[in-house]
């Protein structure tokens, strides 16, 4: 939870000083990639993650993602 904790603290950061048209995209790999998933899927916006253990679960048990069955992959 520490860790994810300064990831969507860190994500809040950059959308607060990035231009309001520029697209923001998540990319991660392993842990990295999980975190991107979980940020990426709380500010709604783009992923790539590689070798990542997967965020359904996670998303679930930190509450992020109330119905994990409606995220749909690429």
């Known amino acids: 939870p520490g860790q ?3 990831a969507l603290d860190f994500v809040g950061d950059v959308r ?9 995209s998540h990319t991660g790999h392993s842990l990295g990639g ?3 998933q979980l940020t990426a899927t709380t500010f709604q916006e783009k992923v790539t ?6 965020a359904l679960e996670s998303m679930s048990d930190v509450m992020l ?5 409606s995220i749909i992959y690429d």
């Open 16 to 24: 607060d000083i990035a231009p309001a048209n520029y697209t923001i």
């Open 34 to 36: 999980l975190l991107a």
């Open 65 to 69: 993602v109330p119905n994990v069955n």
């Open 49 to 54: 993650a590689f070798d990542s253990p997967g």
């Open 4 to 6: 994810l904790a300064n």
